[in-house]
C-alpha cells in the first residue's frame, strides 16, 4: 500500500522559494496520480495541482499559476512542488496526495491516499 511523506516546510520570506518533497514508500508511485493540495488558516483545504499518469500536470489554484511546478521523479519516487516568489497567501500546511490509477482532479475527495502535511509560512 502507497505511504506518503511530505517534507520541506518552513518559514520563508515573501518573494523567497521552497522545493516540497513527497516521498512514496510501500509501493511504486508510477501507478499513482499525485497531488498537492494545501490549507490556509481559516479555510478549506484546496487542490493546487497534480501530475497524471502520463506526466501531464495540471493547475488548479490560479493564484499560483507561473509561480508552483510539479515534477514526478520516478527513479526516486518523489514528487516535488517547486514554489516560487511565496506570499504570505500562500501560507498553510501543504499535502500531497494519490489515487490509484484514474485522471487527476482538484476535488480533495477523488484520493485515496494522504500524507501527513507539511507547514508553509511566508513572513517577513
Known amino acids: 500500500q502507497l505511504r506518503l511523506v511530505e517534507s520541506g516546510g518552513g518559514l520563508v520570506q515573501p518573494g523567497g522559494s521552497l522545493r516540497l518533497s513527497c516521498e512514496a514508500s510501500g509501493t511504486a508511485m508510477e501507478p499513482y496520480v499525485i497531488a498537492w493540495f494545501r490549507r490556509a488558516p481559516g479555510k478549506e483545504r484546496e487542490g493546487i495541482i497534480c501530475?497524471?499518469?502520463?506526466?501531464?500536470?495540471?493547475n488548479y489554484l490560479d493564484s499560483v499559476t507561473g509561480r508552483f511546478s510539479m515534477l514526478r521523479d520516478k527513479a526516486k519516487n518523489t514528487v516535488y512542488l517547486d514554489m516560487n516568489n511565496l506570499k504570505p497567501d500562500d501560507t498553510g500546511a501543504y499535502f500531497c496526495a494519490g489515487r490509484h490509477y484514474g485522471g487527476c482532479s482538484g476535488d480533495e475527495r477523488w484520493y485515496e491516499v494522504w500524507g501527513q502535511g507539511t507547514q508553509v509560512s511566508v513572513s517577513s
Open positions: 501530475t497524471s499518469l502520463t506526466g501531464g500536470v495540471y
